[in-house]
Structure formats: structure tokens, C-alpha cells
């Protein structure tokens, strides 16, 4: 098992950014995939975009051109920038981690944080 523990959640307002990380510990962190998931109030929770152990990364469509997902092995750590944020991104963002290859299906994924807030004003 994997622990994951998400930061850097907040309020901002539209058209700002946000820098979400994503700590993991328990086993060896290179090998994994590592995605970032969201869940907004009433809402079913929702693929956001993931990064395999290569290092190439897959991207939900409302997160292309603005999201950029990337890892940094040496400190066992996933980071989400969120640019152009929009009042809809405004959710609990949660990480999760599986064995080497991406998948856009939450349940794939072995392992996940207890989520950070993000808030979007506008």
C-alpha cells in the first residue's frame, strides 16, 4: 500500500493558479502511475489527468491546455498546476496511485489521499 497525502488546495479567483502536490510513501514511487481526480458537490468524482511511470501524462479533456501534471521521483512526490482556473474546477481534488501504466478509471486505482479543496471564485 501506498500513503498519499495531497496540499496545496485554496481559494482562488478565476483566471488564477494553483499548484496542488501530492506526497507518497510506502513503496517504490517510480514504478507507479499517479493520477489526480476531483469531486465537486453533487457530483460524481472525476478523471482529471494521470502520469505513468515514464513520465507521460493523460489529460480529461476539461484539463487540457491548462492542467500540467508531473512528478518528481527524487522526492517521491506528483504535482498538479492548474492554470486558467474556472469556477467549475472549484472541487475536493484527490491523488491516486496503481501499478505503472495510466487509466482514467477511478477504479483502477489501489490507493488514494484524503483530498484537498480547491475553491474557484468568480
Excluded at 6 to 12: N, Q
Excluded at 40 to 65: H, L, M, Q, T
Excluded at 68 to 93: G, H
Excluded at 94 to 100: K, L, N, P, T, V
Aim: aromatic letters at 12%.
Amino acid at each position: 500500500q501506498v500513503q498519499l497525502v495531497e496540499s496545496g488546495g485554496g481559494l482562488v479567483e478565476a483566471g488564477g493558479s494553483l499548484r496542488l502536490s501530492c506526497a507518497a510513501s510506502g513503496r517504490t514511487f517510480s514504478s507507479y502511475a499517479m493520477a489526480w481526480f476531483r469531486q465537486a458537490p453533487g457530483k460524481e468524482r472525476e478523471f482529471v489527468c494521470a502520469i505513468n511511470w515514464k513520465g507521460d501524462p493523460a489529460y480529461a479533456d476539461s484539463a487540457k491546455g491548462r492542467f500540467t501534471i508531473s512528478r518528481d521521483n527524487a522526492k517521491n512526490t506528483v504535482y498538479l498546476q492548474m492554470n486558467s482556473l474556472k469556477f467549475e474546477d472549484t472541487a475536493l481534488y484527490f491523488c491516486a496511485a496503481r501499478e505503472r501504466f495510466n487509466s482514467r478509471q477511478e477504479g483502477s486505482y489501489a490507493d488514494w489521499g484524503q483530498g484537498t479543496q480547491v475553491t474557484v471564485s468568480s
